[in-house]
């Protein structure tokens, strides 16, 4: 049975939902092939967002109410992937979840939400195993530039050294640009299920919460300020906001790779502040600012205007050493906002790749890296403003 898309955008009216519905209409209009379509809750909602951002009228518009079991088995037949930009996830996200794993349709969320993940791998990984659905989380600035950026500094290291890197660093270098409502709220949620739910606090601070049956050695909490011995100088660091979910997306990674990383790998992430007291002082406002979960910040649905988001970008290394002094940089860049801009072509190319690239992954609940790897890693470079390099030592 052909179904008559590829992919709808699910959450197609929200801020990011129509940053991604953009970035398809400039970079997959209709006749390049890529048969996509536009959903949410409301349809006069979809006909108005479409009339907004300059869609043709033909543009194809499907409600896509999840709470509704006979709406969400119609999204079901109709496509061969969802992407989901509803979030909160744990709010929003397991009927979606459920039925894709059910019905073999493959999914891509931007999902930084570990515990909750961590409920749906033990929920649903043997029926999307079963049905061929590729599951996949965290599509956006969490965790694409670090689940790739140490895939690629491994792959090096293991090409040069001849084992992989037992200790990488990732370190953030620079970054320009606003967190999304969506991330603020998943949050909130995050910290009203851990106070409600047993079991919740204890995934939220275990590093292997989402590589079951399997725990590494001992990782640093990176909570904080400091100084990195490794990056010299006395540069200071500062704890990273992103770094609970993406340092268990990555030990997810090596989990799926089958330890291509070992079983001995050591892996963290801070924001690099400076040298001296001038980085000291900036790394402790960095420690004590508590904005994201409060109530002033950005709303779901609310985000950056066009010029911020372009005039956004970040810029990552990983620092990946040995026991006997070898060591290798890598380098990750995008060139829009993380929270918004890149993570909607973040997103979208993780979705087409998925389709017209990764045919040969099988169906389980991945991440990135061992789902996409090098293709995925080509496509964002073609075509989504981030490149990832090896760096010479200096």
């Known amino acids: 049975m052909t179904k008559p898309y590829d992919l709808i955008v699910h959450g197609a009216t929200g801020f990011t939902g129509r940053l991604v519905v953009e970035y398809l209409l400039q970079r997959y209009p209709a006749g390049s092939g890529l048969r996509w379509a536009m959903g949410g809750r409301n349809a006069d909602k979809l006909a108005s967002v479409r009339d907004e951002l300059g869609a043709p009228a033909n543009t194809p518009l499907v409600v896509t109410d999840t709470s509704n079991p006979a709406s969400l088995q119609a999204l079901m037949d109709a496509t061969r992937l969802v992407l989901t930009t509803v979030g909160p996830y744990q709010l929003y996200g397991n009927e979606l979840v459920a039925a894709c794993a059910a019905n073999g349709v493959d999914y891509v969320d931007l999902c930084g939400e570990p515990a909750w993940m961590r409920q749906m791998i033990d929920a649903h990984e043997a029926t999307a195993k079963a049905s061929g659905a590729r599951i996949v989380f965290s599509c956006g600035f969490d965790s694409i530039p670090f689940d790739l950026g140490v895939y690629l500094l491994q792959k090096e290291f293991a090409q040069r050294f001849g084992h992989p890197a037992p200790r990488v660093r990732g370190r953030v270098r620079k970054m320009k640009g606003t967190f999304s409502g969506g991330t603020a709220a998943s949050l909130k949620a995050t910290m009203a299920a851990a106070a409600t739910q047993p079991g919740v606090l204890d995934l939220l601070k275990n590093p ?187």
């Open 208 to 394: 292997f919460s989402l590589t079951p049956g399997f725990e590494g050695p001992r990782q640093p909490t990176g909570n904080k300020p400091m100084v990195d011995e490794a990056l010299g100088d006395g540069v200071w660091v500062a704890p990273f906001v992103m770094a609970a979910i993406n340092t268990r997306n990555v030990h997810r990674s090596n989990l799926l790779l089958r330890h291509a990383y070992g079983t001995d790998f050591v892996y963290d992430e801070m924001l690099i502040t400076g040298p001296g007291e001038k980085g000291e002082a900036l790394a402790n406002a960095v420690a004590g600012d508590k904005s994201l979960g409060s109530d002033k910040g950005p709303q779901p649905g609310e985000g950056p205007s066009r010029e911020e988001r372009e005039s956004g970008f970040y810029d990552v290394l990983f620092l990946g050493t040995d026991d006997a002094g070898n060591a290798l940089r890598v380098g990750v860049k995008g060139d829009r906002d993380p929270g918004y801009g890149s993570t909607s072509k973040m997103v979208a190319e993780s979705a087409i790749c998925l389709l017209q690239d990764a045919t040969q992954t099988p169906g389980g609940i991945w991440t990135t890296a061992p789902a996409m790897g090098d293709a995925l890693m080509a496509r964002l470079q073609a075509n989504a403003g981030l490149s990832f390099g090896v760096e010479e030592m200096s």
